[in-house]
């Protein structure tokens, strides 16, 4: 193997087993919060929606979709990258961490079902008001917690002499790192949030600053399967592992304000909420820019594809730029508009398309097909482009004005602009989904035993 090649062996049994059942629950909780939203067209359906023995099931599903389809998936993919990375060491606790992620899941799933659960729509982890979900969110997060406390002390790290792998290795390190002040970030806010909050405003205090802090891990991840992906696709990286490394260095360390923020404003306050945002919005860019540019750079440049990585190349191609589309589109956030949609919306596509690319890559090593055929190499451009129509007709609907976290009437589209926004960003919206099913089909073709 080049010593400039970032790239991961592939692990011993037992960590490619439980790399395979974190991808299992990954993908599981992709295709259960499909169905969620099958539930969601249903509940605004005549007929259905008058069988429906609680109100507002359009929010309940909405809920459980955005926690599995964004939070378990993306959460669960941590669990593929640092259970591939990882030595023997406590293995029980690594099944342990899947057992509690998985029930957890599977309770957040049923829970709609057990009554009425009045539905809060507030940032990063959207709640159920209902005992069953407290319980299955809290043994999910228990399970995460373990994943993150075991892959500390059972992660391959880097070693004197950089390489590509050891390059890897630290970048899946350093997003440990964040995934655990994110956990004691969580725990801080719970033990300080003014009694006085109730409902949505204590859950958006709750989750603010873990919430905020957990987006390093997965901005770090994504930087990690940029290089691979790149590496495996035959583009010609200009970039170092020791540059690489420090690069990780840099994105990861302004999670080291985070104690900072908690102890000179109180988490209840604006300023402690404000700071954050300001975290986010300068600080994510640390590391995401330079590897980014160089990606891009090597796309442009010298890229001889490798045959049979037409899949893992267009995933990395609309990765890298749905992120950058995202993160240019924060930038240009004025009020609490479509706008802020449009930012997130491109910078978790491009987190979760090159999750894709990565499955595509990781499942022969995993000892499944290799994937391959039109759907694969079509999948990302029709996935990616969607959301790239979805998120840009968001962002110029919030230009004239149409405000977040309302549908129907509410939206007040009276202007020609804001109808001709939000039907692109309805079109590209159904675009993507069918590139979201394209994904899962061909998954499943490539880990459906043979005959």
């Known amino acids: ?35 969620f939203t099958i539930l969601i067209v249903l509940s605004r359906t005549p007929f ?54 998985s029930a957890g899941t599977l309770i957040i799933t049923i829970s709609p079902f057990t009554g009425e659960s009045y539905p809060l729509m507030n940032n990063y982890v959207p709640v159920l008001q209902s005992t069953t979900f407290f319980i299955g969110l809290g043994i999910f997060g228990l399970g995460f917690s373990l994943l993150v406390l075991r892959a500390l002390f059972a992660s391959w790290t880097a070693g004197s002499n950089i390489t590509g792998v050891d390059a890897l290795r630290f970048g899946l390190f350093v997003a440990i790192v964040a995934a655990f002040f994110a956990i004691a970030a969580l725990i801080l806010s719970y033990a300080s949030i003014d009694e006085g909050f109730e409902g949505q405003a204590y859950f958006d205090r709750l989750f603010w600053g873990s919430g905020h802090i957990i987006q390093f891990t997965h901005t770090q991840l994504m930087l990690v399967a940029w290089l691979w992906l790149a590496s495996i696709s035959g583009a010609h990286l200009r970039l170092s592992p020791r540059a690489a490394l420090i690069i990780f260095v840099l994105g990861v360390a302004p999670v080291l304000m985070v104690p900072i923020i908690y102890f000179k404003f109180d988490v209840s306050s604006g300023e402690h909420m404000f700071w954050f945002m300001q975290l986010m919005k300068y600080g994510g860019a640390l590391a995401a820019v330079p590897i980014g540019l160089a990606t891009t750079l090597a796309i442009i440049e010298k890229w001889r594809p490798t045959p049979g990585s037409e899949a893992e190349r267009n995933a990395l191609l609309y990765s890298v730029l749905l992120f950058g589309v995202g993160g240019i589109i924060g930038f240009m956030i004025k009020g609490s508009n479509v706008t802020v949609p449009a930012h997130y919306h491109g910078s978790i596509v491009g987190v979760t398309l090159a999750f894709m690319g990565m499955t595509y890559h990781l499942l ?56 001709a926004g939000m039907s692109l960003m309805g079109f590209g919206g159904l675009i993507s989904i069918i590139g979201g099913v394209m994904f899962l089909v061909v998954v499943y073709l490539a880990i459906r035993p043979e005959k």
């Open 1 to 35: 193997m080049l010593a400039n090649q970032f790239t991961l062996p592939i692990p011993e049994n037992d960590a490619r087993r439980l790399t395979t059942a974190w991808l299992f629950l990954g993908l599981a909780a992709l295709v259960i919060g499909g169905l």
């Open 364 to 419: 022969p090593h995993l000892g499944f097909s290799k994937v391959t055929g039109r759907a694969a190499r079509w999948q990302p451009g029709i996935y990616g482009g969607g959301q790239l129509m979805h998120i840009i007709g968001l962002a110029w609907s919030g230009g004239y004005g149409v405000q977040r976290k309302t549908a129907g009437a509410e939206q007040g589209l009276e202007q020609f602009e804001q109808i």
């Open 48 to 101: 259905f929606q008058e069988i429906i023995p609680w109100v507002d099931f359009f929010r309940t599903a909405l809920v459980v979709h955005v926690d599995l389809t964004v939070l378990v998936w993306f959460l669960a993919f941590a669990g593929v990258f640092w259970s591939y990375n990882s030595t023997s060491r406590c293995m029980r606790c690594g099944w342990l961490a899947l057992l509690l992620a």
